[in-house]
């Protein structure tokens, strides 16, 4: 099952339904206490009902007919907002059914020798199985818990996890020797150790995240509350003021009407920001919604937050900038050597090299000699007609010595790093000529990197790998760039060649032969600035500086360390993936910041339809507000209450799909929702209130 078929449609039956029930569910006193704004109507529809009874049994101080038709539309208002919570946490329920769906009992290999993979087995349930117990995963099984691979190497299909039918390999030593349980082996076997407790597995990780993200608030969303609170508070103690008032003024006039309590009750809903208050919870679940949408697990919302207020961008080179495949595609020769010495050379010294840089220097050689034996060697034609030497012996490239190579016919050829093959030469008594220094700083220059190739102590020439910048890459960081975040690559490769291809790539800053203390360092003279820092990993030397960072992306693909260290983990383990969670963190960001600005804006138009309905009894003067010309004060009233509680309704889709992303830097975002959402939400009152008057005129209900 793939997380993506988890995203249902908005108005899906198997999230209406359920919404529709849990909007009742959550009128519980304990419920609204959750959204102090919604807590403040939800009792004003209590009074209301309250005073409704009291109008039919003939002690209300304003019509029957008015106070309950005031009670209906404030409970809807309530059930409204109760319904965009439900039908967000809705989506986030579907997602964590799906994952549950995952989590299955499965029968594992235990060993009873864990240092032997061919000693007997027990056949025991996966949910028996402890930190440190060690299995055998052989083709076709399926991977029994979380865990490490200490023996072997298989290919795994993640599907199940992922989404991704293509599969993967699995081996132990290095950054890809993490399995995930609930994936299944397709070929050749591994040895599993256990990384976990049953309860702690990535799955059960995953299931509480989504199960408890409508729990957390972020803290500009308790900021926002505060805030929202703290207006409530004010407009509370500003009504209640007014009753006083009202019966002062008529006392003393000795005519008029003192203003009820029904009335200064739909002034008090419609005076709070009940918009905002109602979809803010949405808002927030919501983006967590879409973040695991896009297949990436957050621990909470306070990271998808995060995301949105993100300054710096760390981002590797090596398959997020680049292709990372390098390929060959020149050959330099050194002083008096043919490029058909340095083609044989190059050819043999990559026999052996399985790796995507290895195979495109044989393809390089061959098309260089084609038809060109007669200028090279015998073993240059053997090579040509696809014959291997004989007696030949393999040199495999090591971290340490940073090159390979091979030994046959008493002829010593290495390929390797510039260093290292100078260190070799050295060695043996030779020296790298100042030309072929030279040629492999031109080659690091154009953002290339250098092999160079030697036979004994002579140097043959120098190989240029080409390492090719995604296309739209450039775009993207401008894109960031004009948002105000600035990028910054991450390599291992020499000044030279990061300079080259940062500038390709439009990048704002690089960090060259990157080393995990550079990383953490560079994370932390930025963050001592007062910026916020994302970056993604995959290794256990990356696991020191995702920690460190504000928003840290791991590779599902990677080790339990960086899986463990960072606050994301991206189920598609695609590097470029950082992009993506910035923009959904700045979508929930620039959702939050539109409605708020709408809810703030529309509350002034419902001032100029209630006021004056509401004391034009009281102080006949107010009658000049009537700028809409409302029929009459009971449809006034009535047309304002209803707006506020279908404006919630029409929002919700805002709310749980989000604003429309825009890379606009803060000053350009900033008048945008002032325009849109501004102004939007000044007129939309008007016109929406206006209407409704209308319809309750027709309908000859005021």
Not at 11 to 17: E, K, Y
Not at 435 to 441: K, L, R
Request: proline share 4%; charged share 20%.
């Amino acid at each position: 099952m793939s997380h993506k078929k988890m995203a249902l449609p908005l108005l899906d039956p198997q999230l209406l339904r359920p919404a529709l029930w849990d909007s009742v569910r959550k009128l519980g006193v304990r419920e609204q206490l959750k959204n102090p704004v919604m807590f403040v109507v939800y009792l004003g529809s209590l009074l209301c009902s309250v005073l409704w009874v009291m109008a039919l049994l003939g002690k209300g101080d304003a019509p029957a007919w008015l106070t309950g038709s005031i009670a209906v539309w404030l409970w809807f208002t309530v059930l409204f907002a109760n319904f965009a919570e439900a039908l967000a946490e809705g989506r986030s329920k579907a997602q964590a059914a799906s994952l549950k769906g995952l989590r299955k009992t499965t029968w594992a290999k235990q060993l009873a020798a864990p240092q032997r993979h061919d000693s007997p087995v027990t056949l025991v349930e996966s949910s028996a199985l402890r930190k440190g117990d060690v299995v055998l995963v052989q083709q076709g099984d399926v991977v029994p818990c979380d865990g490490e691979v200490i023996e072997g190497i298989a290919s795994v299909d993640e599907s199940a996890i992922t989404g991704e039918s293509a599969p993967v390999i699995r081996e132990s030593g290095g950054d890809f020797s993490s399995v995930t349980g609930g994936t299944r082996v397709l070929s050749d076997w591994i040895v599993v150790r256990a990384t976990v407790n049953p309860g702690e597995t990535f799955i059960d990780r995953m299931i509480a995240m989504v199960e408890g993200a409508k729990r957390r608030k972020t803290p500009n969303e308790i900021a926002l509350t505060i805030l929202l609170l703290a207006l409530t508070l004010i407009f509370l103690l500003v009504t209640v003021t007014l009753l006083p008032f009202s019966a002062y003024s008529v006392h003393s006039a000795g005519s008029g009407q003192i203003t009820s309590l029904p009335v200064l009750l739909a002034l008090l809903v419609c005076l709070i920001p009940t918009t905002i208050g109602g979809l803010l919870s949405a808002i927030g679940v919501a983006g967590m919604s879409r973040l695991m949408a896009a297949n990436v697990i957050a621990t909470s919302g306070r990271a998808v937050e995060a995301a949105g207020d993100v300054d710096v961008l760390l981002l590797d080179k090596t398959g997020t900038i680049t292709f990372g495949n390098r390929q060959a595609s020149t050959l330099l020769p050194a002083t008096g050597i043919s490029q058909a010495q340095l083609a044989e050379a190059a050819w043999l010294s990559s026999l052996a090299d399985d790796t995507p840089e290895g195979k495109s220097i044989v393809v390089l050689a061959q098309q260089l000699t084609h038809g060109k034996h007669a200028e090279g060697s015998a073993m240059l034609a053997e090579l040509q007609q696809g014959r291997s030497p004989a007696n030949a012996s393999f040199v495999p490239f090591t971290a340490q010595s940073r090159m390979s190579g091979i030994n046959v016919a008493g002829r010593q050829i290495r390929k390797g790093a510039v260093d290292a093959i100078r260190r070799h030469v050295e060695t043996l008594g030779g020296k790298v000529e100042d030309a072929v220094i030279a040629a492999s700083d031109k080659v690091a220059s154009r953002g290339s990197t250098p092999l160079v190739v030697a036979e004994g102590a002579r140097v043959l020439g120098v190989v240029e790998l080409k390492d090719v910048v995604k296309p739209g890459i450039r775009e993207r960081f401008a894109q960031l760039r004009q948002m105000g975040i600035k990028t910054v690559m991450i390599t291992g490769d020499n000044r030279l060649t990061a300079a080259a291809i940062a500038a390709e790539a439009g990048v704002d800053d690089f960090l060259a032969e990157a080393t995990p203390e550079n990383k953490l360092a560079m994370i932390r003279d930025y963050q001592s600035r007062g910026q916020l820092v994302a970056m993604t990993g995959d290794g256990t030397n990356d696991a020191p500086a995702l920690a460190q960072a504000d928003v840290a992306v791991a590779m599902n693909s990677g080790t339990q360390a960086a899986r463990e260290a960072a606050n994301m983990v991206d189920l598609d383990s695609s590097p470029t993936k950082l992009i993506e969670v910035v923009e959904i963190g700045k979508q929930m960001l620039m959702t939050r910041g539109a409605l708020t600005t709408f809810s703030l804006a529309n509350d002034v138009a419902k001032y100029f339809a209630i006021i004056p309905a509401a004391f034009a009894a009281t102080y006949p003067q107010l009658g000049l507000l009537n700028v809409m010309h409302l029929a009459s004060p009971a449809s006034a009233l009535l047309s304002a209450v209803i707006f506020n509680a279908l404006i919630i309704v029409a929002l919700i889709p805002l709310a749980l799909k989000g604003v429309r992303y825009r890379a606009l830097g803060a000053d350009a975002l900033l008048k945008r929702n002032l325009l849109v959402y501004g102004l939007g939400g000044l007129l939309l009152p008007f016109a929406g209130i206006k209407l409704i008057d209308l319809i309750l005129v027709l309908l000859g209900l005021a």
